[in-house]
Nanobody, 123 residues
């Protein structure tokens, strides 16, 4: 699976962004999808995940109630709607695919990764 993330940018605190991740190469609906992020000098961390059917979602505590993950299997795309952004959300955001039903929170579970898109939240 090839993954292409997009939608990052510079936004003020309290603002919103929507990230997209377009997949190609294999049957997208066979993969659980996750969003991870990595801030400078920090480890990559799980942000949100969605099962291959879209029924099951999970979130890091730090983004619950502010971020929403969704997917459109007809368009081979997964989204991350980010609202009420905070400066601490600043990071490179990566999408990832795992050939499993549910999205797990550990990066090592994922088989394919996109190139990342930078989100910068100014205070």
């Amino acid at each position: 699976v090839q993954l292409q993330a997009s939608g990052g940018g510079l936004v003020q605190a309290g603002g919103s962004l929507r990230l997209s991740c377009a997949a190609s190469g294999r049957t997208f609906s066979n993969y659980a999808m996750g969003w991870f992020r990595q801030a400078p000098a920090k480890e990559r961390e799980f942000v949100a995940g969605i099962s291959w059917s879209g029924v099951s979602t999970s979130y890091a505590d730090s983004v619950k109630g502010r971020f929403t993950i969704s997917r459109d299997n007809a368009k081979n795309t997964v989204y991350l709607q980010m609202n009420s952004l905070k400066p601490e959300d600043t990071a490179v955001y990566y999408c990832a695919a795992d050939r499993a039903y549910v999205a797990l929170p550990k990066a090592y579970d994922y088989d394919y990764w996109g190139q990342g898109t930078l989100v910068t939240v100014s205070s």
